[in-house]
């Protein structure tokens, strides 16, 4: 039995939610989407399949197409046509791409209050760097997996600044200024917390298992459930303000990974720079 094979996903994800959310319905997947991914996991089909079913949307057909041209993807030459970009990255990336358009794009880019959604792509798109450089030196088989989950893991918080809009604003400003853990604040006023919501939300929308693990234990361990890979829980730590010397996330990975703070820098200068390329196409 694999990792996951304990995991079983609720019966009604989008009723919880509502719920939880005071009636909040969680908008679906493009249809199209939903068909590209399940081609990605049917062994029996082929990439060419695949490249088809995107073609049939402009839309998607050009987002894929600048993704994987970015800095995220490091192909050595430039990508014109998406059958050459599904069989350049093959289905793990391919996937990643996929959900990661998927999601920037039923999330939303609208403003929500007290949030700058260009800016919490930005922290998003780097943590999903600095994820995808600790999963080398850490984990290299799950890399992208570790991209993915750090770019997505906070997914839950722009719903929850519209869903709770008379709350949260309070709740982001109390985290900005004191560096309480944003979960911890989120269960003491409002009874849960966005890994929770992000979890009922990656499974609703049919995310793999270990993505929707990730989401949901990216902050702590969650009863029954095996921890995220440690690459995605010490990215947790990173937020949208500047990581400085003594920050958590620095001291963490002096503490667990024996880095030096020069070598920390650098690695979030590097994920800073491609950062900024890769978020602006999420917005």
């Known amino acids: ?26 908008p679906s997947f493009p249809g199209l989407v939903m068909e590209a991914l399940s081609l990605l996991r049917d062994p029996d089909s082929s990439m060419t399949d695949v490249a088809r079913r995107l073609e049939a949307d402009p839309g998607i057909h050009v987002k894929v197409l600048q993704m994987v041209n970015s800095a995220a993807f490091a192909l050595s030459n430039k990508v ?26 039923t999330v939303g880019k609208d403003a929500a209050p007290a949030i700058d959604m260009k800016q919490f792509w930005f922290a998003s798109a780097r943590r999903a760097f600095v994820a995808r450089s600790l999963a080398t030196r850490l984990h290299p088989a799950t890399r992208m997996e570790a991209f993915t989950a750090g770019l997505l893991q906070d997914m839950a918080v722009p719903v929850l600044a519209r869903v709770r809009s008379e709350h949260y604003p309070s709740i982001l400003d109390e985290w900005r200024a004191d560096g309480v853990g944003l979960d911890r604040l989120e269960r003491d006023r409002l009874g849960y917390d966005h890994p929770a919501v992000g979890m009922l939300m990656a499974e609703e929308w049919g995310l793999p298992d270990g993505l929707v693990v990730a989401i949901a234990g990216h902050h702590r361990d969650q009863e029954g459930l095996p921890p995220p890979e440690p690459s995605v829980r010490l990215v947790s730590l990173l937020t949208d303000q500047e990581i400085t010397e003594g920050s958590r996330f620095v ?33």
Do not use: W
């Open 1 to 26: 039995m694999g990792l996951f094979g304990l995991f079983k996903r609720r019966d009604d994800p989008r009723k919880e939610l509502r719920a939880l959310l005071a009636g909040y319905e969680l």
């Open 80 to 105: 014109t046509n998406v059958h050459r970009a599904v069989t350049l990255l093959g289905r793990s990336r391919l996937e990643t791409l996929i959900l990661t358009h998927a999601v920037s794009k």
């Open 251 to 283: 001291e963490r990975c002096q503490e667990e990974l024996s880095l030096t703070s020069e070598a920390i820098q650098r690695l979030i200068r590097e994920a800073t720079t491609e950062a900024a390329e890769f978020s602006q196409l999420l917005t």
